[in-house]
């Protein structure tokens, strides 16, 4: 079965653990460094700062981030899925203990990481994030960060989020929304039918108050946060994703298939054809595939 991100009978999506963990090395090489330098010399004068993580599902971003901070800090992640929440918890032992870092619970709600840097001190809470800013705790950070989720909201969401964050001076950090453009190599006939179809899927309404900004999300988010007077920084982060990654060409084909199924059905035939040539390419070794992001950074 495809790990892409799926739909609920609600419209709300879904993520699969094992899929985000497929990805999560092609997340690391996407995001561009300098805005996240940039950040950091933002929150320079933070002794200790601390991070809301919307969306966090298994902690990618923050085992990511974090390393850029380089002294004490505290991370919030925020997600509606307590089975994610735990199994961020689990992964960020696992990446601790990889790293040659000890990890400790001293309180029941927060895990320990001893960086040689200093501790970075983790917890989570469940939140329903259709409804943020409402429950975020947004008094108790210094920055918000998400990856790969601005592209699902709807521009009247963001915009609730950013006037809460500015009312706050808090800075935004988005990473990897997705700009408008795959590329799957070879070329295959059935290649601009499957991508006019997963365009429709990725504008759908997917629960976050109206239609999902898909490829106009970096677009959207600077404009909103201009409004506010936001030092606005963009980056390209795209996933280049190479012929031997076979486990991440696969799932990216019948991810792609699978979402134009559910707005071609005249098409659905050559869709489907497609989908076996590409998942047969991506066995083989043959499939290389380019997904283009943006990472969006805004200062108050």
Same mark, same amino acid.
């Given at each position: 079965?495809? #790990?892409?991100?799926?739909? #609920?009978?609600?419209?709300?999506?879904?993520?699969?653990?094992?899929?985000?963990?497929?990805?999560?090395?092609?997340?690391?090489?996407?995001?561009?460094?300098?805005?996240?330098?940039?950040? !950091?010399?933002? +929150?320079?004068? @933070?002794?200790?700062?601390?991070?809301? $993580?919307?969306?966090?599902?298994?902690?990618?971003?923050?085992?990511?981030?974090?390393?850029?901070? =380089?002294?004490?800090?505290?991370?919030?992640?925020?997600? =509606?899925?307590?089975?994610? !929440?735990?199994?961020?918890?689990?992964?960020?032992?696992?990446? =601790?203990?990889?790293m040659g870092w000890k990890a400790t619970w001293p309180q029941k709600k927060a895990l320990l990481v001893h960086s040689p840097h200093g501790a970075w001190r983790i917890e989570g809470i469940l939140t329903n994030l259709l409804e943020a800013p409402t429950g975020l705790p947004l008094d108790a950070v210094d920055v918000v960060t998400c990856s790969?989720?601005? $592209?699902?909201?709807?521009?009247?969401?963001? +915009?609730?989020?950013?006037?809460?964050?500015? @009312?706050? #001076?808090?800075?935004?950090?988005?990473?990897?929304? %997705?700009?408008?453009?795959?590329?799957?190599?070879?070329?295959?006939? *059935?290649?601009?039918?499957?991508?006019?179809?997963?365009?429709?899927?990725?504008?759908? $309404? @997917?629960?976050?108050?109206?239609?999902?900004?898909?490829?106009?999300?970096?677009? +959207?988010?600077?404009? %909103?946060?201009?409004? &506010?007077?936001?030092?606005? &920084?963009?980056?390209?982060?795209?996933?280049?994703?190479?012929?031997?990654?076979? $486990? !991440?060409?696969?799932?990216? =084909?019948? *991810? &792609?298939?699978?979402?134009?199924?559910?707005?071609? @059905?005249?098409?659905?035939?050559?869709?489907?054809?497609?989908?076996?040539?590409?998942?047969?390419?991506?066995?083989?070794?043959?499939?290389?595939?380019?997904?283009?992001?943006?990472? %969006?950074?805004?200062?108050?």
């Amino acid at each position: 079965m495809v #790990k892409e991100n799926g739909a #609920k009978e609600n419209g709300t999506e879904e993520f699969d653990g094992d899929w985000l963990d497929l990805r999560e090395p092609f997340d690391a090489a996407a995001r561009d460094p300098g805005l996240a330098e940039l950040l !950091m010399q933002h +929150v320079d004068e @933070k002794a200790r700062p601390r991070f809301l $993580d919307l969306g966090a599902g298994t902690g990618s971003l923050t085992r990511w981030l974090g390393h850029f901070v =380089a002294r004490p800090h505290t991370w919030i992640l925020a997600d =509606a899925d307590a089975e994610l !929440m735990s199994r961020a918890f689990e992964t960020m032992m696992d990446a =601790a203990e990889d790293m040659g870092w000890k990890a400790t619970w001293p309180q029941k709600k927060a895990l320990l990481v001893h960086s040689p840097h200093g501790a970075w001190r983790i917890e989570g809470i469940l939140t329903n994030l259709l409804e943020a800013p409402t429950g975020l705790p947004l008094d108790a950070v210094d920055v918000v960060t998400c990856s790969a989720l601005c $592209d699902l909201v709807s521009e009247r969401w963001l +915009v609730g989020l950013a006037a809460a964050l500015a @009312k706050r #001076k808090l800075p935004f950090y988005a990473a990897l929304n %997705v700009s408008g453009r795959e590329r799957f190599s070879p070329p295959l006939s *059935g290649d601009a039918l499957v991508a006019r179809g997963f365009l429709r899927d990725q504008r759908r $309404d @997917k629960g976050f108050s109206g239609i999902a900004l898909g490829p106009e999300a970096p677009t +959207v988010i600077a404009r %909103v946060f201009a409004a &506010h007077g936001y030092q606005v &920084h963009r980056a390209p982060s795209p996933w280049i994703v190479p012929r031997q990654a076979r $486990d !991440m060409t696969y799932e990216l =084909a019948l *991810g &792609h298939a699978e979402a134009a199924l559910r707005h071609e @059905k005249r098409g659905a035939a050559q869709i489907r054809e497609w989908a076996e040539v590409r998942g047969t390419q991506a066995d083989d070794g043959q499939l290389a595939v380019r997904v283009e992001h943006q990472d %969006v950074l805004c200062l108050p």
